[in-house]
């Protein structure tokens, strides 16, 4: 499995190189006037396909790592359970929304303002959360 990816790497590698060297001959010129805006299209959309393909090979395989391993499993699930607990103590704790009237006139709703200080609590959280752990662990490996 390990050379077919490796092979498979290299020929996005090689096919890499020669639509950039396709690209760089058309000239930044004609790029700008859209002379060449068909091959430029034709690229960025064998980027998209091939972005699409690494993400759904890293989703498909983390996943399938995740659950054939049971130690695995029940740290991500210990991982995501403490990331929910922290953001719902964001939501329903600390987060106070009230409708806005924004600068063009729209409304931003109750909700909207509620989850976006939400986001904010969890954001400082977060930061606060791992500054602390590293802090925490440094003091005790100098401990040692």
Known sequence: MKKILTIVLAIVGILSIVFL???ISAGDEAVKAGESSGSVDTFMYIAYLILLLTLAFVVIFSLKNIFT???????????????????LI???????????????????????????GAGLYLFYALILIAGGSMLFFGIKKMIK
């Open 21 to 23: 060297a396709m690209i």
């Open 69 to 87: 391993n049971p130690d695995t499993l029940k740290s991500t699930v210990k991982g995501v359970g403490a990331f929910a607990i922290v953001a």
């Open 90 to 116: 964001c939501y329903f704790g600390l987060a106070q929304g009230e409708e806005t009237i924004l600068k063009d006139g729209n409304v931003f709703s109750e909700g909207g303002s509620k989850l976006l």
